[in-house]
């Protein structure tokens, strides 16, 4: 016991150092896969180096005998409709695959079976509606339905991914707002992608002042953010201050803006992740960044709760998320080049 308290204790202060939480500042750029950017200072400005996959590592949980079935993660993917199949399998596998121990999808009745017959592995919940499958004097039963369906799972799911191939159907989105504000009470972790972003750009309340929601916008996503949020156009001379305030402007919620690199900000602090990806830019690579997104956030909520110490788990998770996908896709692109599709970056996933 003692010695497990010692090595939870050498993991945190890993952290802090990792994370600015000390003095020490590095102002060495070069080769530098990951730049902590502090407030009020530019993209250029004052930098600390710092080795994103001892993070990756810190947070891990250890794999052992006296753990059981659920510890190491249970994560719920929201998604899936008569359209789109492909991303919340992505999603969910992915979560899987980082090493998270349960994986459910809830998606609609028709898009149930494909996904359930990509992988055993997964638990999928053929719950949600979409508008023409319900007559309107039927709407607000089946509501009820959906969230008493999902309500059974709510506090035991560590994390929830909230939109990859969910469509943009009035009455499932309907639905979607409910499970959120759900998820919410139960202070269930929410990363919002696709179209959860969609939905959640046309109702920021969903996710104003959550400090446990992420949103992972690409960059179309993140242009109707800027312009609903700010009211604004993208500006990439300004990007790390855009960001900020962004995060900001919502009260505290992790946007992790996908591109080139990847930046992370919680309104207080910009992360940049620029390891060394892959040139090809197959769709489903984003899915495969929420699940993993998932996972990695409930690591380090939960290392936090074993320290009693919390340095931001959402940011932990996005840095931890981009890093091991990008890893992976440079790993698939070595052996697949130009065919490189997103079931092998999967396959490469936590690969070294
Ligand atoms: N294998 C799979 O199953 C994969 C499925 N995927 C899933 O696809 C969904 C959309 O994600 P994406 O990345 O295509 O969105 P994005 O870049 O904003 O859109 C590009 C353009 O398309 C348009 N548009 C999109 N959706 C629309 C809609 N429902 N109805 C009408 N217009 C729509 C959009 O137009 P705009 O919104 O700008 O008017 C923009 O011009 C999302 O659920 C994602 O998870 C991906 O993860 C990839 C792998
Ligand atoms: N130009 C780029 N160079 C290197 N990596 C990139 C580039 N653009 C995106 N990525 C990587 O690919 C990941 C997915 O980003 P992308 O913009 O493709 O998301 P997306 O459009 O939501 O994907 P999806 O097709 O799953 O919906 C990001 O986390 C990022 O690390
Ligand atoms: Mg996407």
Redesign the pocket.
């Known amino acids: 016991m003692v010695g497990y308290s010692a090595a939870v204790i050498r993991r945190q202060q890993f952290l802090i150092r990792c994370l600015g939480g000390n003095n020490s500042v590095n102002k060495n750029l070069h080769n530098s896969s990951l730049r902590m950017i502090p407030l009020g200072s530019g993209a250029g400005g004052l930098t600390l180096e710092s080795d994103v996959i001892n993070i990756l590592r810190s947070i891990t949980p250890s794999l052992g005998p006296a753990r059981h079935k659920g510890q190491a993660g249970k994560i719920a993917v929201v ?3 008569r ?9 969910a596998i992915s979560a899987l695959k980082i090493g998270a121990d349960l994986s459910h999808v809830f998606c609609t009745k028709d898009a149930a079976p494909v996904i359930k017959g990509y992988s055993p592995e997964l638990i999928v919940h053929p719950i949600l509606e979409e508008s023409d499958s319900v007559r309107d004097e039927f709407k607000r039963s089946t509501l009820a339905k959906v969230i008493a369906e999902i309500d059974k799972w709510m506090e035991r799911f560590d994390c929830l991914v909230v ?6 159907d009035p009455f499932l989105l309907d639905c979607v707002s409910e499970i959120m504000k759900h998820a919410r009470e139960s202070k269930v972790p929410i990363v919002v ?6 939905l959640v750009t046309n109702c920021l309340d969903l996710v104003r002042d959550y400090h446990l929601a992420v949103l992972t916008p ?4 993140y ?2 953010l800027v312009q609903k949020v700010l009211n604004c156009e993208v500006n990439d001379q300004e990007g790390t201050q855009q960001l900020l305030s962004l995060a900001k402007g919502l009260g505290g919620v992790t946007i992790l803006r996908k591109g080139e690199s990847d930046y992370i900000s919680n309104g207080e602090e910009v992360s940049a992740v620029n390891i060394f990806g892959s040139p090809r830019r197959c ?5 495969i960044l ?1 699940g993993s997104v998932a996972v990695f956030l409930s690591w380090a909520r939960q290392c936090a709760a074993e320290g009693g110490w919390s340095p931001s788990p959402t940011i932990l998770g996005c840095i931890s998320g981009s890093a091991i996908l990008r890893k992976a896709a440079s790993l698939a692109f070595v052996n697949k080049r130009r065919s490189t599709l ?1 079931s092998d970056i999967i396959e490469c996933l936590g690969q070294r």
């Not at 690409?218 to 996503?221: M, P, T, V």
């Open positions: 998604g899936g409709c359209e789109y199949t492909g991303a919340p399998y992505f999603s939109g990859p191939g969910l469509g943009r992608d696709g179209d959860g972003l969609f690409n960059i179309n996503e242009k109707r769709g489903g690579q984003g899915d929420s997103t």
